[in-house]
């Protein structure tokens, strides 16, 4: 099934630190988001954006919509240990269609 | 707080044997999810249904996966025979509606199926 490229694959920083990860498709969407999947757990919600070009924050989370419709990035400010797990990308349009993952371990 | 609920929370099972999971989504929640989650990669949608209707099974593998939702409420999904390729993290959603908007999707625990 189709996935949408998902980068880094994952990432180990010190905690503090800031991460960046973007995700990009072949395809337009109309709703970008990215979730969050602890171990054994589903994904949460994180951040949705709804227009291209949108930056939206969730605390120390700051997503945006790209102006192409085709990519989206999140940057997480000053990483703390609970921010351990692997991030997901989705882009919706008629369904989900989710990116590979990024697996962020912090250490402290 | 209102949470989708699964089970079996793991399931491990011989290749050829019939495994079946179940989902209760969050109440008043119309539109339930079926998604299939192999290690390493993310969720993909294997089933969608709108109260008890499916409107979406085109990733269904229908030779040997079924899903219901007779009363437009809980879910089951089967497998039948289990493969050694179906292992993976078998997760459910719900959300309120559906349509060509996105309404945010609230997912369940999953089932952690092995097939050896």
């Known amino acids: 099934g189709q996935q949408l490229n998902q980068s880094p694959q994952s990432m180990f920083i010190q905690e503090g630190e800031d991460v960046s990860m973007n995700c990009t498709s072949s395809?337009?969407?109309?709703?970008w988001l990215w979730y969050k999947q602890d171990p054994g757990e589903g994904p949460v919600l994180l951040i949705a954006?709804?227009?291209?070009?949108e930056l939206t924050s969730n605390g120390r989370l700051t997503a945006q919509f790209g102006i192409t419709r085709k990519d989206s990035f999140l940057n997480i400010s000053a990483s703390i240990p609970s921010d351990v797990g692997i991030y997901f990308c989705?882009?919706?349009?008629?369904?989900?269609?989710f990116g590979t993952g990024t697996r962020l371990q912090v250490f402290p | 707080e209102a949470e989708v609920a699964q089970s079996p929370r793991y399931k491990i099972t011989e290749k050829s044997q019939a495994v079946a999971f179940w989902c209760d989504p969050i109440?008043?929640?119309?539109?339930l999810y079926w998604y299939r989650q192999i290690l390493g990669q993310g969720p993909e949608l294997l089933v969608q249904?709108?109260?008890?209707?499916?409107?979406?099974d085109s990733q269904l593998p229908k030779d040997r996966f079924s899903a219901e939702r007779l009363k437009g409420v809980d879910s089951t999904l089967k497998i039948q025979p289990a493969e050694l390729g179906d292992s993976a993290m078998y997760l459910c959603a719900s959300s309120m509606t559906s349509g060509s908007s996105y309404n945010e999707q609230f997912f369940g625990p999953g089932t952690r199926l092995t097939v050896l």
């Open positions: 989705a882009g919706f349009h008629d369904k989900l269609i």
């Open positions: 954006l709804y227009k291209a070009g």
């Open positions: 109440s008043g929640h119309a539109t």
């Open positions: 395809s337009i969407f109309n709703t």
């Open positions: 249904f709108q109260d008890e209707s499916v409107v979406d």
